[in-house]
């Protein structure tokens, strides 16, 4: 009997290896090739509706209860409503200021994305800053920036960085003010501490360290989402960032005239009420557990101006600057949300279908 070829058994091997692979490709499912599956509109409506219920709840709850303590602490006062809405206008200009400081913060991640859509976000979502936990504050900037082309992990950090250098700035600047005779020793050390406190966050070693600690959680992280200014970007956040809160201390100092129109607060007490103002709202920041810093920012208030100001008129000035910032708020909400925003050079590249 004849042997078999051998150059035959190993054709006949490999064919059946090779047939046996086209089966098992064959048997595996293919994965469906095109666009991700998006969300319904409906369900985008209902989250945004929900999103916006909660803001305004939580807005309405703000100012019923700075009404009770208006009415429960407060003795009788003048009140000019001139002044009242022109401290309102300043603390909306102040708004603008820090919406381009935002700007400056994300364009060091997205250069793309302009100035007016980074105001927009930061004005729409400052309202939400009076939801317990702050972090709906967050969550609108995200939406709303990742609509106009960022990735979402750069909108989170940038919002992050904006809101402690922020902090860091008014710290720092409320310490020199309370330094200021009439001085507030005291005042003005935990101003510092506070505002050093915040810088440290946000210097390049601790911020990226703090980051790589989140990119163990959040894989999704690029080293083009951390924000890493520049000394022209430095110069630009000092800038718009002590002219945000000297425009919010004038509106303090306007609210005090405003409630004693009789005896205006004196030029040389300028410094003290502005800077309790820079602190009491840096230290009602670091408590994340008060809605919008409710309740420490005016007993800080009270207690660093109640010397000079009396008892009573230091803590009127203190709701009665609360009332007029959520007020002003939501005005600054209302109008920009009207104004629509122009679409991203960037946008209609990323939106174009994929070939």
């Given at each position: 009997?004849?042997?078999?070829?051998?150059?035959?058994?190993?054709?006949?091997?490999?064919?059946?290896?090779?047939?046996?692979v086209q089966?098992?490709?064959?048997?595996?499912?293919?994965?469906?090739?095109?666009?991700?599956?998006?969300?319904?509109?409906?369900?985008?409506?209902?989250?945004?509706?929900?999103?916006?219920?909660?803001?305004?709840?939580?807005?309405?709850?703000?100012?019923?209860?700075?009404?009770?303590?208006w009415q429960?602490?407060?003795?009788?006062?003048?009140?000019?409503?001139?002044?009242?809405?022109?401290?309102?206008?300043?603390?909306?200009?102040?708004?603008?200021?820090?919406?381009?400081?935002?700007?400056?913060?994300?364009?060091?991640?997205?250069?793309?994305?302009?100035?007016?859509?980074?105001?927009?976000?930061?004005?729409?979502?400052?309202?939400?800053?009076?939801?317990?936990?702050?972090?709906?504050?967050?969550?609108?900037?995200?939406?709303?920036?990742?609509?106009?082309?960022?990735?979402?992990?750069?909108?989170?950090?940038?919002?992050?960085?904006?809101?402690?250098?922020?902090?860091?700035?008014?710290?720092?600047?409320?310490?020199?003010?309370?330094?200021?005779?009439?001085?507030?020793?005291?005042?003005?050390?935990?101003?510092?501490?506070?505002?050093?406190?915040?810088?440290?966050?946000?210097?390049?070693?601790?911020?990226?360290?703090?980051?790589?600690?989140?990119?163990?959680?959040?894989?999704?992280?690029?080293?083009?989402?951390?924000?890493?200014?520049?000394?022209?970007?430095?110069?630009?956040?000092?800038?718009?960032?002590?002219?945000?809160?000297?425009?919010?201390?004038?509106?303090?100092?306007?609210?005090?005239?405003?409630?004693?129109?009789?005896?205006?607060?004196?030029?040389?007490?300028?410094?003290?009420?502005?800077?309790?103002?820079?602190?009491?709202?840096?230290?009602?920041?670091?408590?994340?557990?008060?809605?919008?810093?409710?309740?420490?920012?005016?007993?800080?208030?009270?207690?660093?101006?109640?010397?000079?100001?009396?008892?009573?008129?230091?803590?009127?000035?203190?709701?009665?600057?609360?009332?007029?910032?959520?007020?002003?708020?939501?005005?600054?909400?209302?109008?920009?949300?009207?104004?629509?925003?122009?679409?991203?050079?960037?946008?209609?590249?990323?939106?174009?279908?994929?070939?």
């Amino acid at each position: 009997m004849p042997e078999p070829d051998p150059s035959l058994i190993s054709k006949t091997s490999s064919t059946q290896e090779v047939e046996s692979v086209q089966s098992s490709t064959s048997d595996t499912p293919s994965q469906p090739v095109g666009p991700k599956k998006r969300f319904p509109k409906w369900l985008k409506v209902a989250v945004k509706l929900a999103i916006g219920g909660v803001v305004l709840w939580a807005v309405g709850q703000q100012i019923l209860m700075t009404w009770d303590r208006w009415q429960a602490k407060t003795a009788d006062f003048g009140l000019n409503i001139t002044l009242l809405v022109t401290s309102g206008i300043f603390y909306i200009f102040g708004l603008m200021a820090f919406g381009i400081y935002y700007a400056r913060v994300v364009q060091m991640v997205a250069p793309l994305i302009s100035t007016f859509t980074c105001l927009k976000a930061y004005i729409l979502s400052h309202p939400a800053k009076y939801v317990p936990g702050k972090g709906m504050v967050v969550v609108i900037r995200v939406a709303l920036l990742t609509k106009a082309g960022a990735r979402p992990t750069a909108a989170i950090l940038t919002a992050l960085y904006e809101t402690l250098s922020m902090m860091a700035i008014g710290g720092l600047l409320g310490s020199a003010l309370l330094f200021i005779p009439p001085s507030h020793p005291i005042g003005a050390l935990l101003s510092l501490a506070l505002g050093l406190a915040f810088l440290a966050t946000v210097l390049p070693f601790t911020f990226g360290r703090a980051v790589r600690i989140l990119k163990k959680g959040l894989h999704s992280i690029e080293p083009g989402d951390l924000p890493t200014p520049t000394i022209p970007d430095i110069r630009a956040l000092l800038l718009w960032g002590v002219l945000g809160w000297l425009l919010w201390g004038v509106s303090q100092v306007l609210v005090v005239t405003a409630l004693d129109p009789h005896q205006s607060v004196s030029v040389s007490h300028w410094p003290r009420v502005m800077g309790a103002m820079m602190l009491g709202t840096v230290g009602g920041f670091a408590l994340p557990i008060l809605p919008g810093g409710i309740g420490l920012r005016e007993w800080i208030i009270d207690e660093l101006t109640g010397g000079l100001l009396g008892p009573d008129l230091a803590i009127a000035s203190a709701l009665g600057l609360r009332f007029v910032w959520v007020v002003a708020e939501l005005v600054a909400a209302a109008v920009i949300a009207l104004v629509p925003t122009p679409p991203e050079p960037g946008q209609k590249t990323q939106e174009s279908p994929q070939v």
